[in-house]
């Protein structure tokens, strides 16, 4: 076989992911908190970088000139602030401090300008005490130029293991009693259920389970009433025990509690002995508990959501798009920086980083802009499509899917799924997530427009809240009511919508509903 050399030319189409087009994926994905942290860390690290929304004037070489006054007086007092380069002295002033003459200034008597003095001295207000305490400066400078403590002024949030611990110390004296104690209260989550096997606490600490459990008790008693429980039957034994209520009808009851959620009374009225009337007041009891005693301590906070967009309706009838300014890095490249601290860069070195610095800056920059840009565009079309959502409510939601969006502004998909990940847009209905205009469709009876799986379990939603004790209906007869409506849905999905919804089965909620009445 003869071996030969030849020359072939060949065509091929290849996406080259550039350093710019990573960060602007980058970018376009991310939350405005995370964005936020981004943008944080590169103005820490690229010194030509600036906020767009500090002073400008306030830069060297930008003081603001000494506006014009009215007036011979103030036109020279101004002249001569320029010519010594500062505001003059008030301390070395004259100033006129008579009757007379301060009623000859102003052109009025004093009870015109000062109508509730009268002119005459008055006792002086005591003013309160401080809110602050001026040895919180000891330890730290003390000087009283400085800043004020903050923790003088707000008070930390106390903590359940910080309550539960202050009680310990008071109700065990045992050094190594108080050593097991402190163990477990690091093992309550912020519920107040204890998290952990005991058996493990005594092989760890090298003591006895019957040491830990004898230790367990004492903590039980501490407030709040439920704290350090295993579980929720527990917790509600411990709170009924300390009203004094744990007779043998109500720990029947508290240990059949899954009968209680599935609302059989029939057994539980069987189980605890009791009436009608009896098990009513028992159930209403349990009701007044607390499942969870520890969240009153010293809970996580909540995060709001920050919408990225606003949609307000027009006088004309149509939607109003706004981007939130509140959530976009406004960063600005400092020029003038730039050419100045560049004079001064002699060696390669220097010249390749501030180029790279300047290049890293315009990219990102750019990279904000074509984000807003972005966002505004999908956030646009979502409302176009969407339109009968925000006239008419959630009933009118369409089908849509992120091709459908991608076609109409010549994105890619991928681009638009971006977009739309963790950003939100407020409404008049309410703030939402973009992804939740994109729903799934069902197909109608009749052979019409497709129906949004979102607008399908809100009327789910509507025939569960509008059926009497009577009247309870079934997944079969929901898909029976549905399909009135043309709507061609299976039962299997409409019990997948309901658990979705933590709606409960029709049995349950016809024994809820008897029950209650």
């Known amino acids: 076989m003869a071996l030969s050399q030849r020359l072939e030319f060949r065509q091929s189409q290849a996406l080259v992911m550039t350093p710019q087009l990573m960060q602007a994926i980058k970018l376009l994905q991310l939350s405005s908190l995370d964005l936020a942290a981004y943008v944080e860390g590169e103005l820490e690290k690229n010194p030509l970088l600036e906020r767009a929304s500090d002073d400008e004037n306030s830069a060297p070489g930008n003081e603001p000139e000494a506006p014009a006054a009215e007036g011979d007086g103030d ?3 101004s002249a001569d602030w320029s010519d010594q380069g500062g505001t003059p002295d008030w301390n070395n002033e004259n100033l006129e401090t008579s009757r007379a003459s301060m009623e000859q200034g102003l052109g009025t008597e004093l009870e015109n300008v000062f109508p509730d003095d009268g002119g005459e001295k008055t006792a002086p207000v005591e003013m309160p005490p401080p ?22 002024f707000v008070s930390e949030a106390e903590t359940l293991a910080d309550h539960l611990a202050q009680q310990m110390a008071l ?37 006895s389970r019957r040491d830990v459990e004898a230790v367990l008790a004492i903590l039980q008693t501490l407030d709040p009433p439920g704290v350090c429980a295993r579980n929720l039957t527990e917790c509600i034994a411990i709170q009924l025990k300390e009203r004094d209520r744990f007779d043998p009808a109500m720990r029947a009851l508290v240990e059949h509690l899954d009968l209680l959620a599935k609302r059989d009374l029939s ?36 995060q709001p959501i920050v919408p990225d967009v606003f949609v307000r309706a027009a006088p004309d009838g149509t939607w109003q798009v706004e981007l939130n300014s509140d959530t976009l890095p406004k960063v600005l490249i400092s020029q003038r920086y730039y050419a100045q601290v560049s004079k001064g860069a002699h060696s390669d070195k220097d010249k390749t980083y501030l180029a790279d610095c300047l290049q890293t800056a315009t990219w990102l920059v750019r990279a904000l802009d074509q984000r807003a840009k972005t966002i505004l565009k999908v ?16 009933q009118h939601l369409r089908p849509l899917n992120l091709k459908t969006v991608a076609d109409a502004i010549s994105m890619h998909e991928s681009t638009v799924s971006r977009v739309t990940s963790n950003k939100y847009m407020a409404t008049s209905r309410g703030i939402f997530e973009l992804k939740y205009f994109f729903t799934s469709s069902i197909a109608s009876a009749d052979g019409g427009e497709a129906h949004s799986a979102e607008a399908v379990r809100d009327r789910i939603r509507r025939l569960i809240d509008s059926e009497t004790a009577a009247d309870v209906l079934s997944d079969d007869t929901i898909v029976d009511k549905l399909r009135e409506t043309g709507i061609d849905i299976a039962r299997r999905t409409v019990a997948k919508y309901r658990e979705a919804m933590r709606i409960p089965s029709s049995v349950q909620r016809r024994r809820e509903k008897q029950a209650a009445s």
């Open 131 to 152: 809110a602050y305490s001026e040895w919180s400066g000891v330890g730290a400078g003390g000087g009283q130029d400085g800043d004020y403590n903050l923790e003088s």
């Open 379 to 394: 956030s646009s079309e979502i409302v176009r499509q969407q339109d009968g959502f925000f006239a008419k409510g959630v």
């Open 75 to 77: 036109q020279s007092a």
């Open 171 to 207: 109700a065990v004296s045992d050094p190594a009693s108080r050593m097991i104690g402190q163990y477990l209260i690091d093992m309550v989550d912020e519920a107040g259920y204890l998290s952990g096997d005991l058996d493990a606490v005594a092989d760890k600490l090298g003591g």
């Open 267 to 302: 057994a539980l009225r069987r189980l605890c002995g009791v009436d009608d009337e009896d098990l009513a007041d028992m159930i209403a009891e349990i009701r007044n508990l607390n499942p969870k005693p520890g969240l009153a301590f010293g809970s996580t906070m909540v």
